[in-house]
């Protein structure tokens, strides 16, 4: 057979060639297409990516929501510490015990108004002192209306202490306070059970206990503190509820409930708290060994103690919540191995005409992505409804912290990053010709 002489290729037909090679092999999808192809593929699945993003929507909602109460109720009692005052205690008598139970601080005969004087005479720390009687329930009487409130008797110093202040009319006074008279300074949710108006509150006359006593001031409404409602409360001057309601049932000197102290300022109260503890002591005959028989309390410690307690379980239970984003993470993980699956065969197409490994990287891990920022918003924005829900009903300051949103949105893309990395890798991996012959 005669062998034909066949010419070489031209050198520029080669040249062209492997250019072109090089271009198809080169050929990259812009990140812009890439974001439009994933946004397309998970609206075309809108159930299965709904169902993807519920878990983080989950978690993300649970952190902001918790964190919010958190804060919320942490500032709550802030204020109402805040409202009795930052260099304020309280210190009560010991509790009685019937049966083998207690009846509760206050309610032993303990304390004496003697005490109290003792305190704020021998005390270098104190500012104020302002000894207290109370009885919870008592009946008050004007005309056909009848309500049970709290009694309590007191002094001049007690409004300065606890920040009362008179919304009509005036606290009784020193006149009032010495000869024992029969005067009421009511809180305003009695004045609201009982009048109708503050004028014609004032001047009026109430039974208590089948006594007469003239109201001289309404005072501005306080709200609750502690579980107690500062404006459903009748003061009246401590002389007259040791004689005429309660009677002198000290052993020696006249029996109180209790005293509050206000220190000269917020540093000193725990060294007035050290003073006031020896002092009573000692009067009291109490030995080294022996168990103190009234209770000191202060604020600040409490509301040390709380912010600890409420950042502790603040952390733990938004720990829990973050629990729900891991569970959200596998989600976005399982479906995203499951998209590879489904779509082994697109794959293996888009390989063939030249796509990279890098652009089939880019749009797994650009789904993934999408779904966990787009859940992490729908998160923020439900946990902040129902941190402000929660507010309303339970009546606490709506706090949302900044960083709480932030960490949020972190936390999906962290989670979209992790979850979609092992199914973008492994689409990226495949063979096209294995993929093109798979079903």
């Not at 309590?152 to 006149?175: C, E, M, W």
């Not at 109260?269 to 168990?291: D, E, P």
């Not at 794959?347 to 779904?371: H, Y």
């Not at 923020?380 to 929660?390: R, T």
């Amino acid at each position: 057979m005669k062998k034909l002489d066949l010419p070489p290729p031209h050198p520029r037909s080669l040249c062209v060639g492997s250019q072109q090679s090089r271009r198809r092999k080169k050929r990259r999808v812009s990140l812009r297409k890439i974001l439009m192809m994933s946004i397309e593929t998970l609206w075309n699945n809108k159930l299965r990516t709904g169902l993807t993003m519920l878990g983080v929507v989950i978690g993300i909602a649970s952190v902001i929501m918790i964190t919010a109460v958190g804060q919320g109720v942490q500032k709550s009692t802030a204020l109402q510490i805040e409202a009795l005052g930052t260099n304020v205690m309280a210190v009560m008598a010991g509790a009685a015990r019937t049966g083998g139970i207690s009846q509760g601080a206050g309610s032993a005969s303990t304390l004496t108004w003697e005490d109290s004087q003792a305190i704020a005479t021998q005390v270098p720390a104190a500012k104020l002192v302002s000894a207290y009687l109370a009885r919870p329930q008592i009946q008050v009487v004007r005309g056909n209306l009848n309500i049970a409130t709290l009694l309590v008797g007191t002094d001049l110093n007690f409004p300065k202490i606890r920040n009362i202040q008179p919304q009509a009319g005036l606290f009784f006074s020193q006149g009032d306070l010495d000869a024992g008279r029969p005067v009421a300074f009511i809180g305003s949710k009695v004045r609201d059970e009982l009048f109708s108006t503050d004028k014609s509150a004032i001047g009026a006359d109430l039974r208590i206990k089948g006594k007469h006593y003239t109201v001289v001031g309404v005072a501005e409404s306080k709200g609750l503190s502690a579980g107690q409602d500062l404006d459903d409360v009748i003061y009246i001057p401590f002389t007259n509820m040791s004689s005429q309601i309660v009677g002198n049932n000290a052993l020696t000197g006249v029996a109180i409930n209790g005293f509050w102290l206000e220190a000269i300022d917020a540093d000193q109260l725990n060294s007035a708290q050290f003073q006031v503890t020896n002092i009573l002591r000692l009067r009291h005959g109490i030995k080294t060994s022996g168990i103190d028989d009234f209770q000191i309390i202060n604020f600040v410690d409490i509301m040390s103690a709380f912010n600890n307690v409420m950042g502790s379980l603040t952390l733990m239970v938004g720990a829990i919540a973050g629990i729900s984003l891991v569970v959200g993470g596998i989600g976005i993980a399982n479906i995203m191995l499951v998209s590879v699956m489904e779509r082994t065969r697109e794959i293996g197409i888009r390989k063939a005409v030249g796509a990279t490994s890098g652009s089939i990287l880019s749009q797994f891990l650009t789904e993934a992505i999408i779904i966990s920022i787009v859940g992490g918003a729908i998160g923020v924005g439900l946990g902040i409804a129902l941190a402000y829900i929660a507010a309303l009903v339970f009546k606490f300051p709506f706090v949302i912290p900044l960083w709480s949103i932030g960490a949020g949105f972190g936390l999906s893309l962290i989670v979209g990053v992790l979850a979609g990395g092992i199914p973008a890798r492994n689409a990226a991996k495949l063979n096209p010709i294995s993929a093109l012959r798979s079903d």
